[in-house]
Every structure is written in C-alpha cells, then in structure tokens.
C-alpha cells in the first residue's frame, strides 16, 4: 500500500519573522498545495525548548500563522495549524525518546551549536528536540518535509527512527495488517536552488533574528522606509556588479544581494546580472530597495490585517487542528497497539 504523497513542514516562533524565513521556507510551502496533501505548523513546543516569554510566543505563533497564509496558503486547502494544539504530537515523541539512541542525538551538530560550552544548563527538551521534530512527521506519515540545509541531520534521524521503529516492531506491524513499513522513509524536498538568505552586514553569516545589529535582517513587517534603509545601508564591496555569476565567487556580500533580487522577481542571478552586470551597488541597491517593497508590503499588509483579528486566527488554527487530528488520531490509536500499550 502506497503511501499518500504528504508533506509537512513547520516553523518554530521564536522570534520575528524575516526575509530569510520568506524566501528559504514559507514562500516556498505555497507551490507544494497542487501536488501534494499539505500540512504547515507553529512549532510551538519547539520553541520552548529555550526560554520564550508566553505572551511572546503568542504573539510569534499568530504571526507565523498569518505568514503562512499573506504568503498564499491556503487554510482550506493546507492544513495550518499550532503543534501543541495536537496532543498526539508529544505522545508520539515519547514513544520516539525510546526509540531513538542516545548516540544519535548526541551527534547532532544543531544541539551542539545551540548548547555550545553550556550543555549541562540547556534544557533536556533540547537535546530531545529532534525526536519530537520526527514526530511530528511521522505522525501524519509524511512523505516529503520541505527545509533549508540546516535542518537535514534531523531529517536522517527522522528517517532512521521510521527505519527502528518499523524493524523493531515489524511482527506487530504485521499483525495488524500492513504488508510492509508502517511509517514511510520521508525525503528532503528541494524546492529549487538552495536560498540560503545571509545577513545584510556580513555575507558568512545566515540571516538571523538573533543578531546583534537591526540592520543586518529584514523583517517581514517592517515598513517600506525601514526595507529601504537596511538596503541601501547594506555592506558591500568596491567592486560593482560583475557580467557573470562567476565575478561573484567570494564576494559573500554581492552574491547575497544579487540572490536576494532574483528571488524576489523569481528570475535567474544571470538574468539579473544581464540586466545589472557592469552597473554599481549605488543603481543595483535602489532597484533592490524597490523591488523588496513591491513583494514585502502586500505580505506585510495582510499579516497585519490577519493578526489584528485574534477572531480569525483562532478559527484558522482550531479549525486545523481539527483536521489534523483527523489524520493523527486514528494513526496514534494504531501506533499504540503496535507497542503493546492496553487501551
Ligand atoms: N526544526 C525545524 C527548524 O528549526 C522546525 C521544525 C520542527 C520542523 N518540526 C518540523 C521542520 C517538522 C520540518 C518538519 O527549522
């Protein structure tokens, strides 16, 4: 029995919305809704595996949720709604703690990034993060998980917890009637080249919510002066705009601009360097500036309008919880059979 093509995806708010956050992730949720089942989350819980003020995380999950849809999902076609709305999602993810090893966490970079010296003092939600991230793929027996590079490692344990789990438990599988795996292998879905949006002020370095300098990110709700200034203010070299993609090679600060542009007007970096090529950062940058504004402000405009009304957004995620419990729950009662768990 073949698996439905299913994708799932999800965002944690833990902070406000920016363009890297547009082009890397949401913008490209939206051409997914014609060829597959599709299932876009608030992955609050994620976000509290560090500390979040609750009426942050409130506000963050409304606006990633308005994001979702100002970016052109659709909530009646995609499934948008918040994880912790769905309690089989922390169910699963404990099932998933003692499926998973120990070593198989411990080598996870992100954690090891993210606790850095001080991993006696980070929470154990930390650490188990990814067991709950492949919960929340499997749960809906996914088939496909759009994200940026960063997230790839956690994708390969998700993978090798469906692999243990379907291995470990096979007779029992088998036993309620599946012919083969119960959970799928889930793919990394590639939605076009790589965009990996880097910071305004030093083109090594991702475009971040954390960083320490405003001007460094564009955020999804900044007003068109604020877009404007960081371009303008943006760092960049003597040189001009090379002819070819090659003459951006070690140039991390033009080929981040000059990406930036073409996926804002979904065109090539050569188209846009056959319109550009030869000219300097003072003609590119306000063109640049322009075009951010033109894409950014209607997005910008109908996240506002869809946060201001609480009404709205509630029914949305209640709504979508509701439909994805409708696919969980049945697939929650089976796993729990599968265990062994009495009911
Ligand atoms: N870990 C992901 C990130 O930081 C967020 C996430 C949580 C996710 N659960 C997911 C992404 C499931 C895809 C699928 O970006």
């Known amino acids: 029995m073949p698996f439905t093509p299913r994708v799932f995806s999800g965002i944690k708010p833990s902070g406000d919305l920016h363009l890297g956050n547009y082009l890397g992730a949401i913008r490209r949720f939206v051409p997914l809704q014609d060829t597959h089942q599709t299932i876009y989350c608030v992955v609050d819980m994620h976000a509290i595996t560090v500390w979040q003020e609750p009426e942050d995380l409130r506000r963050w999950t409304y606006e990633i949720a308005a994001a979702y849809i100002a970016a052109g999902l659709d909530p009646k076609r995609s499934i948008i709604f918040n994880q912790s709305q769905v309690v089989e999602h922390a169910e699963l993810s404990w099932i998933f703690n003692c499926v998973a090893r120990m070593g198989w966490m411990a080598r996870m970079t992100q954690f090891k990034d993210k606790a850095g ?17 492949a919960a929340d793929i499997l749960l809906y027996k996914s088939t496909g998980v759009p994200v940026g590079d960063d997230q ?9 917890i469906a692999k243990k789990f379907n291995h470990d438990f096979r007779k029992q599988i088998r036993d309620l009637g599946f012919e083969e795996d119960y959970f799928p292998i889930t793919e990394t879905l590639s939605t076009g080249p790589a965009m990996r949006v880097m910071s305004l002020r030093d083109g090594k370095k991702k ?16 007003d068109a002066d604020a877009i404007s200034k960081k371009i303008k203010k943006a760092t960049t070299d003597p040189e001009g705009l090379p002819t070819e993609a090659a003459g951006l090679e070690n140039r991390p600060e033009a080929a981040n601009l000059v990406a930036i542009y073409a996926a804002l007007a979904d065109k090539s970096v050569d188209a846009v360097l056959a319109e550009f090529g030869g000219h300097g950062w003072g003609k590119f940058k306000p063109a640049l500036a322009d075009l951010a504004v033109t894409v950014l402000s209607p997005v910008a405009n109908e996240m506002k309008r869809l946060v201001g009304d609480r009404g709205e957004m509630d029914r949305i995620l209640r709504d979508g919880a509701e439909r994805a419990r409708a696919i969980a729950v049945p697939h929650m009662e089976e796993i729990r059979n599968i265990v062994g768990f009495v009911r």
Do not use: C, W
């Open 152 to 160: 790839r490692q956690h994708l390969e344990l998700t993978r090798d």
């Open 207 to 222: 475009m971040s919510k954390s960083d320490a300098s405003d001007m460094s990110t564009i955020y999804m709700m900044d």
């Open 117 to 133: 010296e001080n991993s006696e003092q980070v929470s154990l939600g930390l650490f188990a993060y990814p067991s709950l991230m």
